[in-house]
Nanobody
Framework: QLQLVESGGGLVQPGGSLRLSCAAS????????IGWFRQAPGQEREGVSS????????YYAASVKGRFTTSRDNAKNTVYLQMDSLKPEDTAVYYCAAGRSTTGLLLKDSYDTWGQGTQVTVSS
């Protein structure tokens, strides 16, 4: 059974960087499409980025494109989300998720395995 654990969250000043990790156990992560999502208080969970299992194609929400980068390390069974030029509006709990879908990769319904989340706070 696939399990996901996020890490790397924390408090950072505006303009700073963080790298989140999504470590998998129980299955080979390379067989899955991995999505990153975030949820701020009182808001819906929104898709941030995804990396397709079939061709490694990357997808980004417009709000993070050019600032966030997703990568996969198959040897470590881990996917990363590098977040640069962080803004206060990036503050949220960030989740990684795994699924087998090939469409709608920024939609939470495309994923069926979720991590527990890691808090990212951007504040001065």
């Amino acid at each position: 059974q696939l399990q996901l654990v996020e890490s790397g969250g924390g408090l950072v000043q505006p303009g700073g960087s963080l790298r989140l990790s999504c470590a998998a156990s129980g299955r080979t992560l390379g067989y899955y499409t991995i999505g990153w999502f975030r949820q701020a208080p009182g808001q819906e969970r929104e898709g941030v980025s995804s990396i397709s299992s079939s061709d490694g194609r990357l997808y980004y929400a417009a709000s993070v494109k050019g600032r966030f980068t997703t990568s996969r390390d198959n040897a470590k069974n881990t996917v990363y989300l590098q977040m640069d030029s962080l803004k206060p509006e990036d503050t949220a709990v960030y989740y990684c998720a795994a699924g087998r879908s090939t469409t709608g990769l920024l939609l939470k319904d495309s994923y069926d395995t979720w991590g527990q989340g890691t808090q990212v706070t951007v504040s001065s």
